[in-house]
């Protein structure tokens, strides 16, 4: 599996899953400045978590316009895997491949530990290892996680089977407990739990690798 992760200044979760997708996969990914102007050939593309250009103006507005992200938004739209994680998520509402947006967290304080998740929907290239009703433990580290988007656009997400992880203990006011969505096809997912530190029992949970197999087993 060819995967390319992309670097925002800010990023400093872009090692991290890289490093996952090394030790699962056996293919080290290309590391691709926001910068740059168009991906290489790869079977993934990452939005790593960070902090890209220092969360100024709205998390993720404006690595949203960096230049690579032209070049991410239109192989999204022809079906290219893409994954955003905390920070990837927020771009990922940003550019519009994700609807609704990430709100400062409901306390207003930075939350950093462990939750535990349901897999509400495994059918799609993430989450096939997973099975419908698996509760998960997955770490989180974010200020601005709390899930909102409009009534319809809610409705319109449970009823197409758009959400894919639920928080069991919401530790930021997500609406309806959302912790991560897919787009209608299913080919986008953003989520603000980081798989990537949850690959090995030596990180406290090995829950996230799965996410990062079913990859390989799909791609």
Same mark, same amino acid.
């Given at each position: ?81 893409? @994954? ?6 927020? %771009?990922?509402? *940003?550019? !519009?491949?994700?609807? =609704?947006?990430? &709100? ?86 953003? @989520? ?6 949850? %690959?090995?029992? *030596?990180? !406290?949970?090995?829950? =996230?690798?799965? &996410? ?8």
């Amino acid at each position: 599996m060819k995967s390319a992760v992309i670097v925002f200044p800010g990023s400093n979760c872009d090692r991290d899953v890289a490093v996952a997708l090394e030790q699962v996969s056996g293919q080290k990914p290309t590391m691709v400045w926001h910068g740059d102007s168009a991906l290489p050939e790869v079977d993934l593309v990452v939005l790593p978590g960070g902090f890209s250009f220092g969360d100024y103006l709205r998390s993720g507005a404006m690595a949203g316009r960096s230049p690579i992200m032209k070049d991410v938004v239109d192989r999204a739209h022809k079906g290219k895997p893409t @994954l955003g994680i905390c920070n990837g998520f927020q %771009i990922l509402t *940003e550019t !519009g491949l994700l609807p =609704g947006a990430l &709100m400062r967290n409901a306390g207003l304080k930075f939350v950093c530990r462990s939750v535990t998740l349901k897999v509400e929907h495994a059918n799609s290239a993430f989450t096939n290892a997973y099975t419908n009703g698996d509760l998960i433990d997955i770490p989180v580290a974010h200020h601005d996680g709390n899930y909102f988007a409009d009534a319809d656009t809610l409705s319109a997400l449970e009823d197409n089977g758009q959400v894919a992880f639920r928080y069991q203990d919401n530790p930021n006011g997500s609406l309806n407990d959302i912790a991560g969505i897919y787009n209608e096809s299913r080919s986008v997912l953003g @989520l603000m739990p980081h798989p990537e530190r949850a %690959i090995g029992d *030596e990180l !406290g949970s090995s829950d =996230g690798r799965k &996410m990062f197999e079913s990859l390989i087993a799909n791609l």
